[in-house]
């Protein structure tokens, strides 16, 4: 079975910093990228940033370009685990942050984590 677990959001004011993980566990093949997505109230889920495994190579959204960073990725033996780490925090950020992995074979993130809540006053 299949686990993805967030964890480390939180209420932070402008400009502070958090930084969230993500653990992903159960896959019976390889991952071939893990993303973080957010979804604000009202709004469409979106893509925040996501790491290829395959190449290392990372991508960011613009509206968080130089402030988040992917950081401590690792996998081993199929557990996988990224961190998002988030400084320069605005009151726009805030939102539930999600995990996803995307597993060999398919073409779109298919296991998800619960989610964990982001919260930035102004």
């Known amino acids: 079975q299949v686990q993805v677990v967030e964890s480390g959001g939180g209420l932070v004011q402008t400009g502070g910093s958090l930084r969230l993980s993500c653990a992903a566990s159960?896959?019976?093949?390889?991952?071939?990228?893990m993303g973080w997505f957010r979804q604000a109230p009202g709004m469409e889920r979106e893509l925040v940033a996501f790491?290829?495994?395959?190449?290392?190579?990372?991508?960011?959204?613009d509206s968080v370009k130089g402030r988040f960073n992917i950081a401590n990725f690792s996998r081993e033996i199929r557990v996988y685990t990224i961190d998002l780490q988030m400084n320069s925090l605005k009151p726009e950020d805030t939102a539930v942050y999600y995990c996803?992995?995307?597993?060999?074979?398919?073409?779109?993130?298919?296991?998800w984590g619960q989610g964990t809540q982001v919260a930035v006053s102004s």
């Open positions: 996803a992995v995307q597993s060999t074979g398919t073409d779109s993130y298919n296991y």
């Open positions: 159960g896959l019976t093949v390889d991952a071939v990228a």
């Open positions: 790491l290829r495994w395959t190449d290392g190579a990372a991508y960011y959204a």
